[in-house]
């Protein structure tokens, strides 16, 4: 690795080839990928590592990533053995499970649930075995891209001060925080689907028997559904993703307020009859969005810093991590081949897109009487139940010739909503609402 080095002007710049923004999944992945590369890479993290961050549960093709980083035996030490997904409507008598073994792929068949501090502890640890320089507790107060080229960047942290820094390319990693699409002004709110969340962690929830304790639960409910995730260390994550307008009807601190939405889904209830809150609880505005571009001149945006969507699905460290191993081959190319450069972004952002359009169909309709009905009566007539397992793992980048069962079962969508017309019509009604509450919030 190139070492620092200053160059004059306006002031000193420490110089490197990329800066990175965040050291989350999506920057501790690209980090590590271009520092083995030969890159001269500095990433700054706004905190210090391990901190909490929510979204505990990871997709069997997360795995496929942690291998080629060499990390599998460690996120392994971590982990919560999850075989598949348990789904409990307050409209059907039994709870279904779906397990990844039933995919199209039967060899990714299990994925883990995780506490994010260690995964992305270790995580961040890899990539500064692998060369990259890191500051913690560091955040970026500026960026410029100059005429003349390069990026210029400043960072402030009480170790170091203000410094500054001059790199060939920026990496946005920012997470929820992001950077680059707010001052570029390039970041908008979800119009078609909204969302908030309340969440903490319990100890003594009930869990299922067997291997399938590992498994997520999700549970709907009047106002939204709830998630339901084990932990290795006994404790559980649960949340509960809702409507704004129902968030801001709270008139109690989050935690009580937790606990009196946990009531009005019985199913979920009984599972923490015997557990106590042992967190805070924490209350999340509207946080549906996406950036009008994920790449651009010195530039990249990754994982939640681009788009982030409502976590039923758990697809949040995979898409960040993915687009990370996707993102190291255009900031190479960019540095090393720029004659390649504009048709690896082009690639990487439609890919990127590509799995984020499938999983929102399905993410924006999950709380609809049709999906509800379908997804409690699982069927595999046209391959269909393979499919939407393989969408659930995360199986959406390798080429698996999933899309036909997934567009059968679209069209079976419209028709059983078609037969429940007062139901589909009052589900929608409910979306608009939402809509129109977190515009005004978003206005106000």
């Excluded at 990175?20 to 501790?28: H, V």
């Excluded at 961050?53 to 795995?63: C, D, K, Q, T």
């Excluded at 557990?275 to 945006?301: F, K, Q």
Aim: glycine share 8%; with cysteine; net charge positive.
């Amino acid at each position: 690795m190139a070492p620092m080095t200053s160059i004059g002007g306006d002031v000193d710049r420490e110089v490197c080839d990329v800066f990175i923004i965040g050291g989350g999944p999506a920057g501790s992945t690209i980090a590590a990928l271009l520092a083995q590369r030969g890159l001269n890479v500095v990433l700054a993290e706004k905190e210090r590592h391990p901190r909490f961050h929510i979204g505990e549960s990871l997709l069997p093709m997360n795995l496929e990533l942690f291998e080629r980083l060499g990390l599998s035996d460690s996120i392994a030490a971590i982990g919560m053995y999850k075989p598949g997904v348990e789904l409990n409507s307050p409209f059907h008598d039994e709870p279904v499970t779906l397990n990844f073994s039933q995919a199209w792929d039967k060899t990714r068949s299990y994925a883990y649930q995780v506490r994010r501090s260690e995964l992305d502890r270790i995580l961040f640890e890899n990539c500064i075995a692998k060369g990259t320089r890191t500051m913690q507790a560091c955040r970026v107060t500026a960026a410029a891209f100059p005429a003349e080229g390069g990026v210029s960047v400043s960072t402030d942290s009480r170790e170091d001060g203000t410094r500054h820094w001059q790199a060939r390319f920026l990496v946005d990693a920012s997470g929820r925080d992001t950077f680059l699409a707010n001052r570029l002004s390039i970041k908008s709110r979800n119009r078609q689907h909204t969302s908030a969340a309340l969440y903490g962690h319990f100890r003594g929830a009930h869990r299922l028997a067997g291997d399938a304790q590992g498994n997520i639960s999700l549970f709907w409910f009047e106002h939204g559904w709830f998630w339901f995730i084990p932990l290795l260390d006994g404790t559980t994550s649960v949340g509960a993703v809702c409507s704004p307008e129902y968030l801001r009807a709270r008139k109690t601190d989050p935690g009580r307020f937790l606990m009196d939405t946990i009531a009005l889904c019985p199913a979920l209830a009984k599972r923490l009859e015997n557990a106590s809150l042992v967190s805070d609880a924490t209350a999340t505005g509207n946080y549906s969005y996406r950036s009008e571009h994920m790449a651009g001149d010195r530039y990249i945006l990754l994982g939640d810093a681009y788009a982030f969507v409502d976590p039923v699905f758990s697809s949040g460290v995979m898409l960040a991590m993915q687009s990370a191993f996707m993102g190291a081959d255009v900031v190479e190319a960019c540095l090393r081949n720029p004659e390649k450069a504009a048709n690896l972004k082009q690639s990487f952002e439609q890919s990127v897109n590509h799995a984020l359009r499938h999983f929102s169909w399905f993410i924006y309709r999950m709380t609809r009487p049709a999906m509800l009905a379908l997804f409690m009566a699982p069927a595999n007539r046209f391959r269909i139940q393979e499919a939407i397992l393989s969408l659930l793992s995360g199986d959406l980048y390798r080429g698996t010739p999933i899309y036909r069962s997934l567009f059968a079962f679209k069209i079976i969508y419209y028709v059983t909503s078609a037969f429940k017309p007062r139901l589909s019509i009052r589900a929608w009604r409910a979306g608009r609402r939402s809509l129109r509450v977190a515009k005004s919030e978003h206005a106000g």
